[in-house]
């Protein structure tokens, strides 16, 4: 009777692992593939300026909806607190570089981008940002040059790079240039579609697309209007034609600006408006359960203090302890297809190794 109770206990065990295993399979095949990924950069946005904007927002922010948190640290190669370009060139380039380098590594040598492998690769590529695109996060992203101040400069690496379409300001440096050249009329020679205001930047649904809403930057929000949430909208509209899939770099700029300015109305303003873009691409990715969406930051910027607030109310008391960048680790969320990567605390450089780990691409391009 005994062997008889301990064969039928092996063969239900065997049973459960297979069933076990069944599932697990199940489960790996029920994982998508990565196809899309939006990282979104909110720049100068540290753990103070989230929670400043949630608490006006009175205790919601579409971020929440994030599936996993992590935390990066910042520091460049050359100081312990990073500028936007040497942060932003870590995050789409994988290299620690020295303040003010844009694209390169410590000696000058160009370093390809996330959205340069995307477009080895056969994917469509986009940058939108709330202020100039020559700027230098956005910049970071499809310019090589050894420095940021060299706007016109990467106006031209605009121009000669593989991208699809790009969103913001900066039209002057691209056709109120020093050398006189006029690169708008060279972009529409390699078929780009040029739009001067948002009606047109919404009409370009397929092709490339260079959208420009301002000769510089444009203005702080609310006088910009919904510009950030509708251009990332626009921009998904264009890039998901591709059926081999996008690479989408989104910026908030301007919340580094009002911290900056130690203002804490404009930045808790301009944290919104980037949460409303965030809800885009969140809303996208239910839709696309192949798309990631990685929103983090570049630095902190004033030492943002929070001192008191009301949920209820959105009441918020806030201090800054500098005019300039900090050096404290920064947010990293992610929602959607490989969200489960960006959990730790890793380098700021990681967000790189990371999106390439989960497109499947190498590094030998």
């Not at 300026?49 to 009175?58: C, D, E, P, R, W």
């Not at 702080?220 to 509708?230: A, H, I, M, S």
């Not at 409303?276 to 969406?293: C, E, G, I, S």
């Not at 730790?344 to 590094?363: A, D, E, P």
Request: proline share 2%; aromatic share 8%.
């Amino acid at each position: 009777m005994k062997r008889i109770h301990l064969s039928l206990l092996i063969v239900l065990s065997v049973f459960f692992v297979q069933c076990s295993l069944s599932g697990d399979k199940a489960g790996e095949k029920a994982t998508p593939q990565v196809k899309n990924v939006i990282v979104m950069i909110g720049d100068g946005m540290g753990v103070s300026q989230v929670y400043a904007g949630l608490t006006a927002n009175k205790g919601a922010l579409h971020l929440e909806r994030s599936h996993f948190v992590g935390f990066s640290k910042t520091y460049s190669a050359s100081s312990y607190i990073t500028d936007s370009a040497a942060g932003g060139t870590a995050i789409a380039c994988g290299v620690k570089t020295n303040n003010g380098s844009i694209g390169v590594d410590t000696a000058g040598n160009p370093v390809r981008s996330l959205l340069e492998y995307a477009a080895d690769n056969g994917l469509s590529t986009g940058v939108v940002a709330s202020c100039a695109v020559t700027h230098a996060t956005p910049a970071s992203f499809v310019a090589h040059q050894h420095s940021r101040s060299m706007e016109e400069d990467i106006a031209v690496d605009f121009l000669n790079s593989d991208i699809t379409l790009f969103i913001g300001g900066g039209k002057k440096y691209f056709d109120a240039r020093s050398d006189n050249e006029n690169l708008l009329e060279k972009l529409e020679a390699k078929g780009f579609q040029v739009a001067l205001n948002m009606d047109g930047i919404k009409k370009a649904t397929t092709g490339k697309l260079a959208g420009f809403v301002a000769d510089e930057h444009p203005a702080p929000y609310p006088e910009r209007g919904e510009f950030l949430p509708e251009s990332v909208q626009a921009a998904i509209n264009l890039l998901k034609n591709n059926n081999k899939g996008f690479f989408l770099m989104v910026e908030g700029s301007q919340i580094d600006w009002a911290c900056h300015a130690n203002d804490k109305e404009a930045a808790v303003n301009e944290m919104l408006d980037f949460d409303r873009a965030v809800k885009a691409a969140f809303d996208y990715a239910d839709q696309n359960p192949n798309t990631l969406v990685v929103v983090t930051a570049d630095h902190e910027t004033g030492g943002m203090a929070l001192t008191g607030g009301d949920l209820s109310t959105g009441e918020l008391k806030a201090v800054y302890a500098s005019t300039g960048h900090t050096s404290v680790m920064v947010p990293v969320f992610a929602y959607g297809a490989g969200a489960a990567e960006f959990a730790g605390i890793y380098q700021n450089t990681g967000v790189f190794s990371k999106v390439l780990k989960l497109y499947g691409f190498g590094t030998d391009k």
